[in-house]
């Protein structure tokens, strides 16, 4: 039976401990270098914001300069700015047309979109490829029938444009929507029906609470067009500057404050806040449902 001298199992010992941190550090070197370019493009896209975070808290001077931090912090910008313009008005504004375009945008693409999934008919595919089709009609082609209803309906300058036609829901949330009530079981539904169930209340207590997910994905896209959109209010509300939304009012900023970096910054920093908070808050319904995961238990 072989033994170990003292000596021989403190050489082991260290042997053990140097091939330990040999592997720890071969697997942080893996790690790292699996990451790199994961890393790399982080660093793009996180770039512009830290800019313009940044450059939101330098004074006028200091933001004419090549400086990557403030010295001092200029927390009175985010003061100014809503003194210099009516910042507050135009993301009421803002905020108002984008909720009601949001909840028309869901109101009105959950039944169609039910209606095409769940129920048997004839025409059923051959509906949904015309309403598939006309995803591919540019707005450009539509802009000037449009403009001319609204007008004779005397609802320029005024919200209508921006919210009716949410209202009147869009082929690719009927698509989104579409493909995830697909993906709901039809035994549940059997089943629904055979306790007496009518196909409204179906759809409202079973299919609605099911496909969350995919209804939270489509309440956020509709969201994000609503809030980014500027050549809608330019088109339909510019001449109204009570109505103005936020894409409009920092246009007209830009024209004013085209020469304070600082300020044009904080304004734009602002913008972005609302939506960068809610894609946080909201991401994790938001990739379940675009990658229609299905039914959850």
């Known amino acids: 039976m072989s033994t ?17 941190r040999a592997k720890k550090w071969n697997q942080f070197l893996h790690m790292v270098g699996s990451h790199s370019l994961l890393i790399a493009l982080s660093a793009i896209f996180i770039l512009p914001l830290y800019l313009v975070v940044v450059i939101s808290l330098m004074s006028k001077g200091q933001a004419e300069t090549r400086a990557l931090w403030p010295h001092p912090f200029v927390w009175h910008n985010y003061i100014d700015i809503f003194t ?58 539509t802009m000037i029938p449009v403009y001319i209803i609204f007008s004779r309906l005397h609802w320029i300058p005024s919200f209508l444009p921006l919210i009716v036609p949410s209202f009147f829901a869009s082929a690719f949330s009927i698509f989104l929507l579409r ?49 980014n959109d500027f050549f809608g209010p330019l088109l339909y ?48 319904v938001f990739i379940e449902g675009v990658t229609l995961t299905g039914v959850k238990g």
């Not at 199992?9 to 091939?19: F, G, M, Q, T, V």
């Not at 004839?122 to 591919?136: A, C, D």
């Not at 409202?204 to 609470?209: G, L, T």
């Not at 099911?210 to 809030?227: H, M, Q, V």
Request: aromatic residues 12%; glycine residues 6%; contains cysteine.
């Open 179 to 227: 493909q995830f009530f697909t993906s709901i079981p039809d035994e549940i539904s059997d089943a629904a029906r055979i306790d007496g169930c009518n196909e409204f209340k179906l759809m409202m207590r079973i299919i609605v609470p099911l496909a969350k997910p995919a209804i939270s994905a489509i309440a956020l896209f509709a969201f994000l067009g609503s809030w």
């Open 4 to 20: 170990y001298t003292p000596e021989k199992l403190a050489e082991i010992d260290a042997h053990s401990r140097k091939a330990r």
């Open 84 to 141: 210099a313009v009516p910042f507050l008005k135009w993301t009421l504004n803002t905020l108002f047309v984008s909720i009601m375009g949001t909840i028309g945008t869901v109101v009105s693409s959950v039944p169609p979109a039910y209606v095409l999934s769940r129920l048997q008919w004839k025409g059923r595919q051959t509906t949904f490829l015309v309403i598939l089709s006309t995803m591919m009609l540019p707005g450009q082609v």
């Open 237 to 284: 509300i510019v001449e109204n500057e009570d109505l103005w939304t936020l894409g409009i009012g920092l246009n007209a900023f830009q024209g004013i404050h085209h020469v304070d970096t600082n300020m044009m910054m904080t304004a734009s920093a602002l913008f972005m806040a609302p939506v960068i908070i809610i894609f946080f808050f909201s991401q994790k």
